[in-house]
C-alpha cells in the first residue's frame, strides 16, 4: 500500500482528523520563514495530540544537528526530513548524535528535480529515504515525471522515497499509477486557497481516499504478479 504523508499541519482540528484519516505520517514544518512554520510549543501540543501510530515528521531547512536531535530525544519527532543544503557531512553529524543519545529515527532528504542529473545525485545520498520534489516544498508544482525512467524508478526502489510536489486528489492516482512510488506527500495541493498554508479538511479527506482507491484499483495487477511470482519459484524448485 502506498505511505501517505500528509505535511504542514498546524491546528488541533486537522490532527483531529489526521486520527481519523489514519495516514502514515505527518509533516511539522520546522523553519521559522516557512508560512507553516510550527513552533516547539505548538508542536508539543500537536503531538501529544497525535495518535502514537502516525509517524510525526520534522520538516527542517539547514537546521542546526543538536537542534533537530533534541526534539527527537524531548519526544516531539519520530522522523526527520531534510529540506536545505545539507550534505553527506550534516548527515553523518545528526545520526552521530541521534545514536549518542540511543535514538534511531529514520532520515529522510528532499531533492528538487529539474533533470536527471538531480536524480542522480539523489541517488548517491546516504539518506534512509529520499523526497522527491519539484523546489523547496510546498511549491504546489510537479516536477517533469517522464525523467522517472524505469531504470530510475528501479534504481530508487533499493529504498523507499516519497513523490512530492503538486500532488492532489485529483492527480494523485495518475502518480501512483504511473510510478507506483512507496508514498506521497502532500502539503500544498490539500490546502485552501492552494498554497495558502490553510488546510481543508475536505481536502484532507478526498487526498486519503483517492491515494486509497488507486491503492484497490492495483490490487489484483499485484496479486497477479506475486502469483506468478510463486508459479516462477514453483517452476524453478521442480527443475
Known amino acids: ?117 538531480d536524480l542522480e545525485q539523489a541517488l548517491t545520498s546516504s539518506a534512509d529515504c529520499l523526497l522527491l520534489d519539484a523546489g523547496s516544498g510546498g511549491t504546489g508544482k510537479s516536477f517533469d515525471w517522464s525523467l522517472l525512467t524505469p531504470a530510475l524508478r528501479s534504481q530508487l526502489s533499493a529504498r523507499p522515497w516519497l513523490l512530492a510536489g503538486g500532488l492532489n486528489p485529483h492527480n494523485v492516482a495518475a502518480a501512483i499509477e504511473r510510478l507506483a512510488p512507496y508514498g506521497v506527500d502532500v502539503s500544498s495541493g490539500i490546502e485552501e486557497p492552494e498554497g495558502s498554508g490553510h488546510k481543508s479538511l475536505a481536502l484532507m479527506r478526498a487526498f486519503c481516499a483517492a491515494v486509497r482507491a488507486a491503492d484497490n484499483a492495483r490490487a489484483p495487477d499485484n496479486a497477479r504478479a506475486a502469483d506468478n511470482a510463486r508459479t516462477a519459484d514453483n517452476a524453478r524448485a521442480a527443475d
Open 1 to 117: 500500500m502506498t505511505v501517505i504523508k500528509l505535511c504542514g499541519l498546524r491546528e488541533p482540528e486537522e490532527i483531529a482528523l489526521v486520527n481519523e484519516l489514519r495516514p502514515d505520517k505527518v509533516g511539522f514544518m520546522l523553519y521559522e520563514k516557512s508560512k507553516r512554520y510550527c513552533s516547539r510549543e505548538r508542536l508539543a501540543a500537536l503531538k501529544a495530540q497525535l495518535d502514537p501510530a502516525i509517524a510525526a515528521v520534522g520538516v527542517a531547512v539547514n537546521a542546526e544537528p543538536e537542534e533537530l536531535a533534541a526534539l527527537v530525544a524531548q519526544g516531539l519527532i519520530d522522523e526527520l526530513q531534510l529540506h536545505g543544503q545539507e550534505d553527506e557531512a550534516y548527515l553523518q553529524q545528526l545520526r552521530q548524535l541521534l545514536n549518542a543519545q540511543g535514538t534511531k529515527v529514520t532520515v529522510s532528504q528532499a531533492f528538487s528535480i529539474k533533470s536527471s542529473a
